[in-house]
């Protein structure tokens, strides 16, 4: 089955600064991924998605994502963050084929606070 | 073009009692999922579906029951509401598995 690691919980920027949010996932073949973010309040936005071809994906808002096999990983990156951006953030990972294909398993989130 | 829609957007139950919460969605998904968020825990699948007819278990599927008899909408059945479903819900719809699903704008329901 596939899972999903969002590592840091929360993290504070200043307005700005650039940004990481990491993402790990496990599955054996290629996912499908996505970043979603989501506002208080709110359902949640698709940012941007991987499934095929170039590694490094934009998305919406300015965010990219760089998917590196090697690693199992699938970080979202912002240059420049703004104080819109503050928000909860999730990674996702779907599957292919198989028994659970359709089936999206999310990670655990990681909270942003800009501060000004 | 509505997206995803569910309804109510709140609701109070008390325990033992059954209530089904509604999603429709008017964009001809195949794919529908049902979430449950909760603080620290991201969110976690109930229960999905492949296409009308085709339903499957999640990760946390006990005390739900759902149906797909039409491509449009999903309904999540609690059977006998507990505390422990206190929880936001969140409806998505999706084309295929690699688009990226549309998520309704969740349902806030506390079991008292």
């Known amino acids: 089955a596939q899972s999903v690691t969002q590592p840091d919980i929360h993290i504070t920027v200043s307005e700005g600064a650039s940004l990481e949010l990491r993402c790990n996932y496990s599955?054996?073949?290629?996912?499908?991924l996505f970043w979603y973010v989501q506002s208080p309040g709110q359902g949640l936005q698709l940012l941007l998605k991987y499934f095929s071809g170039d590694t490094l994906v934009q998305g919406i808002k300015g965010f990219e994502a760089e998917f590196k096999r090697s690693q199992s990983s699938f970080n979202l990156r912002k240059p420049s963050v703004h104080w819109s951006d503050a928000a909860e953030y999730f990674c996702?990972?779907?599957?292919?084929?198989?028994?659970?294909?359709?089936?999206?398993?999310f990670g655990q989130g990681t909270i942003l606070t800009v501060h000004p | 073009n509505a997206g995803v829609t569910q309804t109510p957007k709140f609701q109070v139950l008390k325990t033992g009692q059954s209530m089904t919460l509604q999603c429709a969605q008017d964009?001809?998904?195949?794919?529908m999922s049902w979430y449950r968020q909760d603080p620290g825990m991201g969110l976690r699948l109930i229960h999905y579906s492949v296409g009308a007819g085709i339903t499957d278990q999640g990760e946390v599927p006990n005390g739900y029951n759902v149906s797909r008899s039409t491509t449009e909408d999903f309904p999540l059945r609690l059977l006998s509401a507990a505390p422990s479903q206190t929880s936001v819900y969140f409806c998505?719809?999706?084309?295929?598995?690699?688009?990226?699903?549309?998520f309704g704008s969740g349902t806030r329901l506390t079991v008292v």
């Open positions: 998505a719809s999706s084309k295929q598995e690699f688009y990226g699903y549309t």
């Open positions: 964009m001809n998904h195949e794919y």
């Open positions: 599955y054996g073949a290629t996912p499908y």
């Open positions: 996702a990972v779907g599957v292919s084929g198989g028994t659970s294909y359709g089936k999206l398993t």
